[in-house]
Structures are given as structure tokens and as C-alpha cells.
């Protein structure tokens, strides 16, 4: 998972990172850490500057050890012009080409890139725009400025107190736990490949759900020039019109975030219950903010470039719809995975059943709820395709 | 999938049942027999008839049919209403007669219906050609909600061990102290549809069925509904206006005044 911190000066982005740079990874590689600490600049070339040297004996460059450290940070990105942060590409992939070879980065499949950059709305001077897919690689994006992340008044108040007795720059203590770290990475990573039923199911919803248009079918190009004049947006407020689907990179940076939300809370208490449905959401709010997939026109209208505040609103009115079909949902993937075909349903006060299981003369006494349609806002057709899919696993089992 | 790789706590609370279908079918099924028998006369209990020479002297032998290819008889009515599954059997015991398993009852159900279109004849146990409009009639009862149609017991019940299913059939009263309890022959549960569905009317030795239906509507004399094997549960078949169930996922502790069973009793000699 790659992070990028973002806000506006004197929010303290360099020093957090700065500060899991020490106090996790013990610093730069050069002293027995196992970090490299890049500053951006104009002029930057990552490929001679930090991977590879001259081998003057043999008169050709050879790789440095950087290559295998665990951390990597990029501080003030965008003060590297848009083509020179190309370079960062193969960082976020975890892979370096070097003489037709892709090395892999980092150790035992464990990298972390953390990239620091101000918000490029072009109030700074010698800032450059950074490009999308690069934002892409580095799947969760926190906003420094927002209510949620940036300092609170306690937090302040202890920063101010504690420079009246130092001026400097508190470092944190110098630390390695990176092989704490890498185990954990790895158990999260395996809960990541089988998040179970409720997981799985909100990342379909995401994934396919987001892609849906009541005008076109998909979204595709056309979205969102297409929602204005839309008559499934006659109010304007259709959440269809805020948001798209995202794409796979940033579906399994979700899914992943969330198995590392889950470890974490499990982490600190053992006996924390937690909610694979608030987990999943909670993950697509904080990797999917700065990943393209929010309406511009009403980012830059409504919430005036806050990208966080506008996908909280998304996401909490995404999960209320996510809730009232969860029943119908998880009932269907639970049973396509035990072999039973279930997508129709009927009520019977207040409990759900199979209505195609109803015998043809009771077929009329008990409404027939169909929920798994495109006809609304954010599409339910997929769960069909999903049922079918798992009917056909199980079959092969 | 393994508790360890998912996550969150699953502790969801579905509103679905999965057995949903099948409860309100078969409350709607308990009521249009209630309604049904309020109409039909109530069922001629047997007086004893001495005038049988391989059959018990107080089974009457015109009530009785005989099971063809069997050494039982069973009666053309449904008796000891009222009970749950366990005091049908132990009130049939009292009366040396016991309670048909789905191997006798499904071939006999198939044999009725032969009868009916003339391609057999059925005997009493007073050995009686059954008149063909008699079959007919019998046969309209167990496969419609004809006179009522009927809702019977049968003698198996299911269990489920590491995978393995057995069935346990020909249950009898064994008497352990001042209690009674049942025993019956348990074997594993041959091949048969596992799924709830209409099937044909093809049975393995144990009665229970071996092919879906294709058209998965109810066609009478063609297929019946068919509920499948539960963990501790019984069986028992039900026909009224819409259909015929063979349901091997009763509870034991079902009882109804509508709920009884054909009882069967044993012949000297095949007929």
C-alpha cells in the first residue's frame, strides 16, 4: 500500500512521514536503516540518483542496495515537474527496469512509498500538477486540511507547549520493526485474497453498482458531461451523478486497506468486534477520494476541491443504500454458494424467503420482491451475474 | 472459507430463512386440510374381522388393500390422528400394526395409480379385486386434495454424521424399563435427489427418489414435490388441491388433527 500525504504548508505532512520513517524503518539505509528519503526537485533522476551508481573500475553503472529498502519516501513530489514524477511509477509498482530486467523492490514482496505534496491548486508557487495515474499507485491519499485528518485544538496546544521547551523539530526515536511490519503485511494480505460474503459483496456493489447509468447502461466517457439534461437527474441530486466506478488498482487497494483497517482494530484489542460492511466503506472513502472517480463540476461547485468532505457524503449515502439491500444481497451470495439459485424473494412478516420456492398457488398470496435490477441509481444487476458465478464454482467443487 | 481469512466479526442476522418457502406451504397445506376434512366423513374405524385367513383377525379385510409384491396390507384410510411421529408409532405398536416406510408407500403410491388407469388390479386382504372407480377414488385422494387427500406419516428418519447419511426405517417399541423408545434398522442413505424440487416417480429401495423432474411443475401421476432429507428430521407425504409432497424434513414433534397415518399390518402370506 503506497500513501501520499497532502496539505497546505505548516500541516506537518514531511513530519509524520518523517516520523514513520524513524521510528518504524530506523531511517536512511546509509545508517543501518532501511529507508531512503528522497526530496523532490526539478532536476530529480530517481534511476542515477538512488538506484544505481557509477562502477568506475567496469566503467558502467551498477545497482546500489536502495533497491531493497522498505520504505521509500518522496517528499514534496510535485515540486518535480509532471514528466520528471514518472520516475515514481516504478516505486509504486514495486518494480525498477534496469538493463531489460525488472527488479522487484523492497523485501519479501514489502514496500512502502510515501509521497508528500502540496495540493497543487495552484496557490504555490514552483508546484506542478501530478498526474492522475501516478495518484493512482498511491492508493491512500490524506488530506491534512480536512477536519478528520488535520491536528485537532488538544494536539495543538501539546505541539505548542512542547516547542516553547524546544524550538527544533522533535524527531522520533530511531527504531526497526520492519519485520513486525512485513509479517503483518503478509496476514494482511491473505485476508485481503478471501475478505468473506459481506466484504466481497460491498466491493461488487462498488465495482459494479458505481458503473451503472439508468441513461446509457455504463458510465463510460460520457459521464458526468451526460448527467446534466440526465432525466434520472432531474433534481440534480442523483447519486449516480457523483461518483464512478473505480478502477481494479484502486478495488483491491480498497479491499486491502480495509483487511489493514480490520488488523489494525484487532491489533489494539483482541476482542474488538468489527463490521466488514463499515470496514469496506470506511476503505473506500479514504483510498478513493483522489482516484478521478468523483463528479469535477460538483467537486469545484459544491465542495470547492475538498475531495474527502464530498466522498464522506458519497459514501454515507452509498452504504444507507448498500444497507437497505444487504438482506437481499448477502441472503444470495449465501446461498449460490451453497448451491441454491435465490433472487427472487417474498416477505413474510418481516422475515425473507425464496418466493421461487413457492408452490405456484401461493405464488400470488406473497408480493414478489425483485431487487437485483439496473433500474435505479446505483446498479443491483450484477448480484444476477454474481449468483451465476458462484452456482458455477460451486458446481465445479 | 476459513474463519481466519475473513473479514469482520460475521455476526449478521439474516431476515431470510431459507425454509421459508416451505413453512408457509406447508401452514397453507395444514389449513386446506383442516378446511377440507371438516368437509370429508370422518374415517371408518376398523371393527375386527375373524373371516381372514392370512391376516390378523381384527384387521378388516375390505378396508385393507394388499401392497402388491408384499406381505402387507394397509389401510385405504388415514387413523391416529393427533399424534406426533413417535406416539403414532407407539399406538400403532399397541395395536400390532406399524407405520409404512417410504420403500412400501412410494411403490404402493405408483401402484395405486396403475390401478386407477386399469393397467392392474389391486386386492383387499380379504383378497377382493379393488373395482377400478375404488381406485380411481384412492388414487384421486393420495395425489389431489380429492375427499380431503391425506397427510401421513412414514417410518424414516434422517441423520447426518462427518458427511455421511443414514436413514433409519422400521422403527419398533422396545421397552426399557417403564419407558419405551424406538429402534429401527439404520443404513447409509443410498443415492437420491438432495435438493428441494419436483421429481419423477422413480425411488431407489429406500423410497426415496432418484430424478428431478424436468418440468418443474406439478403433473399428477407424473412427478410429486419433493422436500429433501434434514438432520433429524422424518418423513411424511401430503397431497391436497395443488400437488403431492414427499417431505423428509418433517419434525418429529409435528401433530395435527388432520396429521395420521396409513396403517400397515403384516400378512401370514404373500398374496
Not at chain 1, 500500500?1 to 513530519?15: E, L, N, P
Not at chain 1, 448451491?339 to 401461493?362: C, I, K, S
Request: glycine content about 6%; overall charge negative; proline content about 4%.
Amino acid at each position: 500500500m503506497q500513501h501520499s500525504m497532502v496539505g497546505d504548508r505548516g500541516t506537518g505532512k514531511t513530519q509524520l512521514v518523517r516520523d514513520i520513517y524513524n521510528f518504524y524503518f530506523r531511517g536512511n539505509k546509509a545508517e543501518e536503516g532501511e529507508g531512503i528519503f528522497i526530496r523532490a526537485h526539478p532536476e530529480i533522476d530517481v534511476y542515477n540518483e538512488i538506484f544505481t551508481e557509477l562502477d568506475i573500475e567496469r566503467a558502467k553503472r551498477k545497482l546500489t542496495g536502495n533497491i531493497d529498502a522498505l520504505i521509500y519516501v518522496v517528499d514534496e513530489l510535485n515540486r518535480a515537474p509532471t514528466v520528471a514524477q514518472n520516475q515514481f511509477f516504478g516505486i509504486g509498482d514495486g518494480i525498477m527496469d534496469y538493463q531489460g530486467r525488472s527488479i522487484l523492490l523492497g523485501r519479501e514482496g514489502y514496500r512502502l512509498l510515501m509521497a508528500t505534496a502540496n495540493l497543487g491548486n495552484g496557490t504555490f508557487q514552483g508546484t506542478f500538477e501530478t498526474d492522475e495515474a501516478l495518484h493512482n499507485r498511491l492508493h491512500v491519499t490524506l488530506d491534512l486540511d480536512y477536519e478528520m485528518f488535520k491536528p485537532t485544538i488538544e494536539d495543538k496546544l501539546r505541539i505548542r507547549h512542547r516547542q516553547s521547551v524546544n524550538p527544533n523539530v522533535k524527531e522520533a526515536k530511531m527504531r526497526d520493526i520492519s519485520d513486525k511490519i512485513i509479517a503483518a503485511s503478509k496476514e494482511i494480505s491473505e485476508k485481503a485474497l478471501d475478505p468473506g460474503i459481506e466484504a466481497s459483496a460491498v466491493a461488487s456493489y462498488i465495482e459494479f453498482g458505481l458503473d451503472n447509468c439508468m441513461k446509457n447502461q455504463r458510465k463510460g466517457r460520457v459521464w458526468p458531461l451526460d448527467c446534466q439534461g440526465c432525466p434520472h437527474n432531474a433534481d440534480a441530486n442523483a447519486i449516480c451523478s457523483y461518483i464512478r466506478s473505480p478502477v481494479e488498482r484502486t478495488m483491491q487497494a480498497m479491499i486491502k486497506y480495509a483487511a489493514a483497517l480490520d488488523f489494525l482494530a484487532k491489533l489494539k484489542n483482541p476482542d474488538q468486534d468489527t463490521d466488514a460492511v463499515e470496514l469496506m466503506f470506511k476503505s473506500f472513502e479514504l483510498t478513493g477520494a483522489y482516484q478521478s472517480l468523483l463528479n469535477p463540476m460538483l467537486l469545484r461547485q459544491d465542495y470547492i476541491d475538498q475531495n474527502p468532505k464530498f466522498i464522506a457524503a458519497v459514501v454515507e449515502k452509498l452504504k444507507e443504500d448498500f444497507r437497505s439491500n444487504e438482506d437481499f444481497i448477502l441472503s444470495s451470495v449465501e446461498q449460490a454458494k451453497n448451491g441454491n439459485r435465490v433472487v427472487t424473494f417474498f416477505d413474510n412478516n418481516g422475515v425473507l424467503g425464496d418466493h421461487d420456492r413457492l408452490p405456484t398457488n401461493l405464488r400470488s398470496k406473497y408480493s414478489k420482491i425483485e431487487p437485483y435490477n439496473d433500474n435505479r441509481q446505483i446498479g443491483l444487476g450484477w448480484v444476477n451475474n454474481y449468483v451465476n458465478f458462484l452456482m458455477e464454482m460451486n458446481k465445479g467443487k | 472459507m476459513s474463519n481466519v481469512t475473513i473479514l469482520g466479526n460475521p455476526k449478521r442476522r439474516s431476515r431470510f430463512d431459507p425454509d421459508l418457502a416451505r413453512k408457509v406451504t406447508e401452514e397453507y397445506e395444514i389449513e386446506e386440510r383442516k378446511n377440507l376434512l371438516k368437509k370429508k366423513k370422518a374415517p371408518e374405524i376398523n371393527p375386527p374381522s375373524p373371516q381372514q385367513s392370512d391376516v390378523r383377525a381384527d384387521i378388516k379385510g375390505e378396508v385393507y388393500i394388499r401392497v402388491p409384491n408384499s406381505k402387507v396390507v394397509i389401510s385405504r384410510n388415514e387413523s391416529y390422528q393427533g399424534l406426533t411421529w413417535e406416539n403414532t408409532h407407539y399406538a400403532l405398536a399397541d395395536n400390532g400394526l406399524f407405520m409404512p416406510t417410504p420403500s412400501l408407500f412410494m411403490p404402493y403410491l405408483i401402484q395405486v395409480r396403475d390401478a386407477s388407469q386399469g393397467k392392474i388390479t389391486l386386492y383387499t386382504a380379504d383378497n377382493k379385486p379393488v373395482p377400478r372407480d375404488e381406485a380411481e377414488d384412492l388414487w384421486k385422494s393420495l395425489s389431489s386434495g380429492h375427499k380431503g387427500g391425506c397427510w401421513t406419516w412414514l417410518d424414516a428418519k434422517f441423520s447426518e454424521n462427518k458427511n455421511v447419511w443414514k436413514i433409519t426405517y422400521n422403527h419398533k417399541t422396545v421397552q426399557k424399563g417403564k419407558d419405551n423408545s424406538l429402534e429401527g434398522i439404520t443404513e447409509t442413505l443410498e443415492d437420491c435427489i438432495r435438493e428441494d424440487c419436483f421429481v419423477d416417480l422413480e425411488f431407489n429401495k429406500q423410497g426415496l427418489p432418484t430424478r428431478r423432474s424436468q418440468d418443474q411443475t406439478y403433473t399428477q401421476g407424473e412427478n410429486i414435490y419433493y422436500w429433501h432429507p434434514i438432520e433429524g428430521r422424518v418423513a411424511g407425504f401430503v397431497a391436497y388441491s395443488s400437488r403431492a409432497n414427499l417431505g423428509c424434513d418433517r419434525l418429529l414433534s409435528d401433530s395435527s388433527s388432520a396429521l395420521g397415518v396409513f396403517a400397515c399390518a403384516e400378512c401370514t402370506s404373500k398374496s
